[in-house]
């Protein structure tokens, strides 16, 4: 079975317009190429009883949970009490990451900055070695901060731990009108029922009008429904184009 | 009572890393210009049953739902169907639509365009004159193709009609660790309960590390914090800066 994924985005200021949110794109990125599919993505507010409640049916839902944001030491970081409420966990200090915290801050160490070591109990530390303050992981959620660059590295130090079989791509590029290939799509679906059949419009690109995706976790597959598709365009005289 | 929103982008190229979606950000940051409050954001597959559930509770929760994606002529676009689903209402080919497809595509028309002509029973056309293909709408939830340029043409047509009483906002910056005024926002947030107050760290801006935002749809309420605000910061010694 295909691992799957469901991200979670903490955080009002995605929600208010005042920061685009680029961590969910990266991660549906790095995943698909790590070849688990990634079944959802959630904006939802720094309001402790929504990340719980969220939480929750993702873990239920999916193979793998990822939040980012809302990590920090201020009154709108509550994603450890939403993650923690949503399994009954009470939140606890963690002895490493209190030293770690203890390290990075030496001297400037106020009481608040401590609450970046509070988390669910039972939550495991991933990363490791080398990593000042490793990913916390509860069951399968792994909680992520909202800095992109901080995430990006985060994410990096752990990915091959969700490495599953790889997705196989072919892409057509064609000019054409979506209306006038809709039912040579049909006809692959339905000598190709498990394929994975996208059809994108382009209104800007001056070398191709649709882009067609065909996937599939077994390459052999793919490869059949992409000559059935070549096969079929054929009879309607349009030959794949080369994208710009 | 502010009107609260909820964005629904549909489109399994978003979830699959393929394609970065552009639309929730713009609508975000549209919807809160017009004092909107979006409350959430779902990112979903091209899934009839998904489509339905999403805009059912969608619906129920919010003042508005915007969706986007999947409302073009191929098997992949199911956004129709599922708003339709989600009303329980069926499909039915709207004559006013049939007519602007007929204009656009004139001779070279095919059946499979014709089907953006079918629209959920009782859907309203907004958007009206001028406009070659209005904005379609089903009770609160108003439909959006996820072409970025399109859509930002037709919401602009639309815009208006969700204006509500705007929020006032106010922004200090500060060069400071997010420990170090974790009580003071607390202080303030004790004092003015209602305030929307965010509190963002920056790793890499030479001028500021901590962004902070204050908000209220009451202009007097939001000025009275942050004098209060700026009289706490001033007993720790910090001053905002300007940013960069």
Same sequence: chains 1, 2.
Avoid: C
Avoid at 41 to 62: G, H, K, T
Avoid at 156 to 170: G, K, M, Q, V
Avoid at 201 to 225: C, G, Q, R, W
């Amino acid at each position: 079975m295909t691992k799957t994924a469901g991200i979670i985005v903490i955080g009002n200021e995605i929600l208010s317009g005042k920061t685009a949110d680029e961590n969910s794109a990266f991660l549906a990125r790095e995943l698909r190429d790590l070849g688990v599919d990634v079944r959802k993505i959630a904006v939802i507010p720094d309001d402790l009883q929504l990340i719980a409640a969220e939480v929750r049916l993702f873990s239920q839902s999916y193979s793998y949970v990822f939040t980012t944001g809302g990590v920090g030491p201020t009154h709108d970081d509550l994603t450890m009490d939403g993650v923690a409420a949503a399994f009954g966990r009470k939140l606890r200090r963690h002895e490493q990451l209190e030293d770690a915290l203890h390290r990075y801050y030496a001297q400037h160490l106020v009481e608040p900055n401590l609450r970046m070591a509070d988390v669910p109990e039972g939550a495991r530390l991933i990363g490791g070695q080398g990593m000042w303050f490793p990913v916390v992981a509860v069951e399968n959620v792994y909680i992520f901060p909202g800095v992109p660059e901080i995430l990006r590295k985060k994410f990096s130090r752990i990915r091959e731990t969700f490495r599953d079989a790889p997705f196989h791509l072919r892409e057509v590029y064609l000019r054409a009108d979506e209306g006038q290939i809709a039912s040579v799509l049909h006809r692959i679906l339905a000598s190709f029922p498990n394929l994975l059949l996208g059809s994108y419009p382009y209104f800007d690109n001056p070398s191709f009008s649709i882009k067609l995706t065909l996937e599939s976790k077994d390459a052999a597959y793919v490869n059949d429904a992409h000559g059935l598709l070549l096969t079929e365009l054929s009879k309607l005289d349009l030959e794949p184009v080369r994208p710009a």
